[in-house]
């Protein structure tokens, strides 16, 4: 560990794993340390015997360890989200096996109903009677053909000024349908957005219509076949790629600094690591 490099980067969490493997295709020495004995952070995902590790041991009824990856954030990707346009633009996907989600439902009046998919799943869905659903098409065939950079389609309306409640009322679209847009569709999570401007619930939209063709499955949604801690795993297999050094099991790392206040190493162990630019 006594050794230079030009970067050194303390746990392993996404955004660390996203940086120390860019930085090491970048071609910087880039030196990778956790305190835990695993990858990701927050967003790893663990074996029974790492999830029940202290006095507690995992019940016996639910199998061998190795069977599970428990993810500690459970969040699914959108299929044409930011995320997923990164791991492409990485090459990281190699690394990876992905699972479409099957569908997305929604609970409405008692009863649970699957998110329509396609436009036999619209015809046949219950959430909207025939007129409400001509009217709710008017509305999504607006927002799937918006361009922000092509004032001629706009109709003369700025949404970066009208609300999304002002922009949804032109097309008198009845309440229960709103609900279903603003939650189902654009994925608010409470009603604030009704009085906010509407571009960002038409970008939204627009991305949840992308993702769900992307892929042509029930849902806009993409999952780690292997589990969240996947992800930051791939971008620290990505570093090694580049001779990234990982050390992890690295209790109490101390970051070591010179008089004028500036990072220059960190210790753990007795053992410094030195680095030339910082410590992230």
Do not use: W
Not at 56 to 71: A, C, I
Not at 125 to 135: A, V
Not at 243 to 256: A, F, S, W
Request: proline residues 4%.
């Amino acid at each position: 560990m006594d050794e230079e490099y030009d970067v050194i980067v303390l746990g392993t969490g996404l955004k660390e794993c996203i940086l120390s493997g860019l930085l090491s295709v970048d071609g910087l020495k880039v030196l990778h340390m956790d305190r835990n004995d695993y990858y990701g952070g927050e967003s790893t995902s663990l074996n029974l015997i790492q999830r029940f590790r202290g006095n507690d041991k995992p019940p016996t009824h639910l199998g061998s360890s190795k069977d599970y990856n428990v993810d500690m954030i459970l969040k699914f990707m959108m299929a044409n989200g930011t995320l997923v346009r990164v791991l492409i633009h990485t090459d990281v996907t190699k690394y990876h096996y992905f699972k479409a989600v099957d569908g997305s439902y929604i609970y409405n009046k008692g009863k649970v109903h699957k998110v329509p998919a396609t436009d036999i799943e619209a015809l046949k869905s219950p959430l909207m009677g025939i007129f409400e659903k001509r009217r709710a098409c008017k509305f999504i065939s607006y927002v799937q053909d918006y361009d922000e950079n092509d004032p001629k389609i706009h109709d003369g309306i700025d949404l970066t000024r009208v609300t999304t409640r002002e922009l949804i009322a032109k097309y008198g679209i009845d309440e229960n349908t709103v609900d279903f847009i603003g939650h189902a569709l654009a994925l608010h999570r409470d009603d604030r957005y009704l009085n906010e401007p509407a571009l960002d619930t038409v970008k939204r939209m627009k991305l949840y219509a992308e993702s769900l063709a992307r892929f042509q499955g029930g849902s806009p949604y993409i999952y780690p076949l292997y589990g969240l801690g996947e992800l930051p795993q791939a971008f620290a297999r990505l570093s090694a790629v580049y001779d990234g050094t990982y050390m992890l099991n690295k209790p109490e790392c101390k970051v070591e600094f010179n008089d004028e206040g500036k990072v220059i190493g960190v210790t753990s162990e007795r053992e410094t690591a030195t680095c030339k630019k910082n410590c992230l």
